[in-house]
């Protein structure tokens, strides 16, 4: 699904568009939370901006990926519903599959290292979903999603690459732009791409004039050598205190999707992050996990020119091990 040899042209499935983000938005009403849009008048100060920040730290299961994972399920037919999905993530997707999956009553398998943290593991679990585990070392846990799928007739529900999670991770950026109106600037993190994919059609949507710039590891920056090298670029596993954007490619369609809608890619540094995850807590109270720091790193760390500008920030998700965070 994600290798160097995609051709644009063959997409692997429809790339969603503009449209597609109104409608997950209405399937998604009374399901996801409408999480609160957030000011600063410090970081206005510092910054010469006026900045919005989408607080998905609040969202369902702590992460804008609750988003996604249930416009996804809910767009099973239903035989896939009787069945059931599969995800495999040790991440926020797990989590948001397991939930969403619960809250549709359909069941839900969930790929997880063995050695996945215990609490990752109990919050997955206690959503209901049954979970198979595998070793990390040895296994490969795509091909073990994949044979699940097979023999149990399964749904595999990916984490970025699927139009209908591009379409649920987009309704966060379209409900910022419901309330401030038109934007300068929207700033998103990037990972796979699902969420700036997502964000990108909203903005398409709502705001057509608006630059839209994706933020990435500084290690892990293979969005940024993909759009300039006009092909998907695949990497190792980049080492990064960002773990829900230590992606290895994107896919064809957020591929897609990136090259058409999206200005430019940036990237900010694990110390970057760390001092934007201090602000955020020290101005704004806010508790914000590494990944979910990489748009705000662009504005507060002026790794972009946000001066004079009104601007989008995707405060992604919050889930970070709070005696880890004690220590960072
Ligand atoms: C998954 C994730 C991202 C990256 O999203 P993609 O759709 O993979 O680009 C960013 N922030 C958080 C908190 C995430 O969980």
């Known amino acids: 699904m994600v290798t160097d040899t995609v051709s644009p042209s063959l997409p692997s499935s429809p790339i969603p568009c503009p449209d597609d983000v109104r409608a997950a938005a209405d399937r998604l009403a009374g399901l996801a939370h409408r999480t609160p849009v957030l000011t600063s008048r410090t970081f206005d100060e510092r910054t010469g901006a006026r900045l919005f920040f989408k607080a998905e730290t609040f969202q369902r299961t702590g992460a804008f990926k609750f988003r996604g994972a249930a416009n996804a399920i809910a767009r099973l037919t239903e035989a896939q519903r009787r069945r059931g999905v599969v995800a495999f993530s040790s991440g926020n997707h797990a989590q948001a599959i397991a939930l969403a999956a619960?809250?549709?009553?359909?069941?839900?398998?969930?790929?997880?290292?063995?050695?996945?943290?215990?609490?990752?593991?109990?919050?997955?679990?206690g959503y209901g979903a049954e979970i198979v585990s595998y070793d990390r070392y040895t296994e490969d846990r795509q091909a073990i999603g994949n044979r699940l799928a097979d023999e149990r007739g399964l749904t595999l529900i990916p984490p970025f690459n699927h139009p209908d999670v591009i379409a649920g991770q987009g309704t966060a950026a379209l409900e910022l732009?419901?309330?401030?109106?038109?934007?300068?600037?929207?700033?998103?993190?990037?990972?796979?791409?699902?969420?700036?994919?997502?964000t990108a059609l909203a903005a398409a949507l709502l705001s057509p004039g608006c630059t839209v710039i994706g933020v990435e590891p500084e290690a892990g920056n293979d969005g940024q050598q993909s759009l300039a090298a006009g092909r998907i670029v695949t990497i190792p596993v980049p080492q990064t205190l960002a773990d829900g954007a230590q992606t290895t490619a994107l896919g064809d369609l957020t591929f897609a999707i990136l090259r058409e809608l999206v200005s430019q890619i940036v990237t900010a540094t694990d110390a970057q992050l760390l001092r934007v995850m201090r602000a955020l807590a020290e101005r704004m109270k806010l508790v914000v996990e590494p990944t979910g720091c990489l748009a705000a790193a662009a504005a507060l760390e002026g790794i972009v020119d946000v001066r004079g500008k009104r601007v989008g920030v995707i405060l992604s998700g919050g889930n970070v091990d709070v005696s880890l965070y004690g220590r960072l």
């Open 102 to 125: 619960k809250l549709a009553e359909v069941p839900a398998v969930i790929v997880m290292p063995a050695d996945a943290p215990a609490i990752k593991r109990a919050a997955t679990e």
């Open 177 to 198: 732009l419901e309330e401030t109106g038109p934007l300068d600037l929207l700033l998103a993190p990037l990972g796979g791409g699902g969420l700036l994919g997502g």
